[in-house]
C-alpha cells in the first residue's frame, strides 16, 4: 500500500470518526479525504509543492 492509498484512508477514517451523519458530515470527510490523499501524494513523491512556496530543490 503506498503512501497515498494511507493517506487517503487515514483521512476518511479521521473523517468518519469525527462526524457522523448529515450533510455537514459529508463535507468534513471529503475535506479530510482530499488532505490525506494531498499528503500521501506528497510523500510519494508524486506531487511537488515547492513551485507553491516558492522554493526549489536544486
Do not use: C, I
Not at 28 to 41: E, I, N, Y
Request: aromatic fraction near 4%; avoid cysteine; charge should be positive.
Amino acid at each position: 500500500m503506498s503512501n497515498t492509498h494511507l493517506g487517503l484512508l487515514t483521512g476518511l477514517a479521521l473523517g468518519l470518526a469525527a462526524a457522523f451523519g448529515g450533510v455537514g458530515a459529508f463535507l468534513v470527510v471529503l475535506v479530510l479525504g482530499a488532505l490525506g490523499l494531498l499528503a500521501g501524494r506528497v510523500l510519494d513523491g508524486k506531487l511537488d509543492l515547492s513551485q507553491l512556496t516558492g522554493r526549489d530543490r536544486g
